[in-house]
Structure formats: C-alpha cells, structure tokens
C-alpha cells in the first residue's frame, strides 16, 4: 500500500500535483514541540535537542540539524496518544522542521 499526503493547495484546486523537479517539487514541512503542558521531552530526544536552540519558535532545515549532530536522537515517548513525535530516523524527508518549544 502506498500512501501519498497532498498539499492544502492540491486538495483545494482538484489537481493533480505538479510534475516533481527542483523548481516545482511541492515542498513538506513537519511540525514538532517541546513542552506541552506536564509533557517535557527527554534531553536526548529530538524535541529535547531543539528544546536547547535560543529561539522559542523556529524552522529548522533537517540536512543542517543532521549534520549538527554527534549522535542519532533517541525516539521521543510521549505522556499521552495526542501527540505524535517526529520520527528522528525520517527528518531527512521533509523540507523543513518548524519547532515551538512551548505550547
């Protein structure tokens, strides 16, 4: 089975996406956060690791922060099922990571 997420603009215009290259590949960001209410990241987790960065929201470009590294992220558990962690094994598949430290 393959699955496929379209964009918000693919899904409202009814198209189908554009054709992938460089210049008109649709770009994917994925979203993660640090503290949310009682639920604080493990320091050695992905989240735990951006939770350390000075700015409180940020985006972060996935190949810097690998190569930023010295190590593989441990998996983030958290406290309940509303939360779903990024997978550290798979940042290098989006675009983008934009981060909050504290929702």
Do not use: K, N
């Not at 215009?13 to 994925?30: M, Q, T, Y």
């Not at 503290?35 to 987790?45: A, N």
């Amino acid at each position: 089975m393959v699955i496929r997420w379209r964009t918000s603009c693919e899904l409202a215009s009814g198209r189908d996406p554009p054709a992938r290259g460089p210049a008109r590949r649709p770009r994917d960001a994925a979203t993660a956060f640090g503290t949310r209410g009682s639920d604080v990241p493990r320091p050695d987790s992905l989240e735990g690791l951006l939770s350390t960065l000075p700015d409180a929201r940020t985006v972060v470009d996935p190949a810097r922060l690998a190569s930023a590294l010295d190590r593989e992220p441990a998996p983030r558990v958290p406290a309940d099922h509303t939360y779903f962690p990024l997978d550290p094994a798979t940042t290098d598949q989006t675009d983008a990571i934009i981060f909050v430290r504290d929702i």
